[in-house]
């Protein structure tokens, strides 16, 4: 929480935002960041996903820090969009790979009644509890909360799939291996602009 806090701050600070400001564009008549930097509360989900759009960032860089970019089988690309709301992008998933409850729910210690209530759009999860889910389907949280992989003002989402194949593989990669694959790129640069 201590990082997420942080990186709230900077980027209320690099948008010329107080905290009082961000909460009133989060609908609070407060800042929320006091009680988030002394841990008294975390940002809902909905918050999160307001202060994505506020940011122009995507909710994994603002929970991690870092860009994910996972994709998921041509095939469901078709099934889900962006405009679908998590309940929907969650059954849709989850029924493409045939995940029940009771699995999420004996691997990740999160109640069966509760993945249920997710399900049918009567309960949001909470952060820490989108985090886990995220974890352990091995997808971002944009594309529980989005629909999508990535935001595409951060990536290029017109990639073919040769492109998602090699960064698939490449951050399978120990660093050596990434490293290896930097000095093969910057050669091959060199080569092109003799």
């Known amino acids: 929480m201590d990082d997420l806090y ?3 701050t900077q980027l209320t600070f690099q948008h010329n935002l107080n905290g009082k400001e961000l909460g009133k ?81 004996k691997d990740t210690g999160i109640s069966d009644s509760l993945i249920s209530y997710w399900r049918s759009g009567k309960r949001k999860p909470t952060l820490d509890n989108l985090i886990t889910l995220s974890d352990y389907l091995g997808v971002s949280i944009d594309f529980l909360v989005k629909g999508t992989n990535s935001p595409s003002s951060l990536l290029d989402t017109n990639l073919t799939s040769d492109e998602i194949e090699f960064l698939q593989n490449y951050k399978k990669l120990d660093s050596r291996g990434r490293h290896r694959v930097h000095t093969i790129i910057y050669e091959e640069l060199d080569r092109m602009e003799e």
């Open 25 to 105: 564009l989060l609908g609070l008549r407060k800042s929320p960041l006091t009680d988030w930097k002394n841990k008294k509360s975390s940002p809902t989900l909905e918050q999160i996903i307001l202060m994505c759009k506020i940011f122009s960032v995507s909710s994994d860089y603002l929970l991690f820090g870092k860009e994910t970019f996972l994709s998921f089988e041509e095939s469901n690309a078709e099934e889900i969009t962006p405009k679908m709301r998590f309940n929907q992008i969650l059954n849709n998933y989850m029924s493409s790979r045939n995940i029940s409850n009771y699995k999420i729910s």
């Open 6 to 8: 942080k990186r709230i």
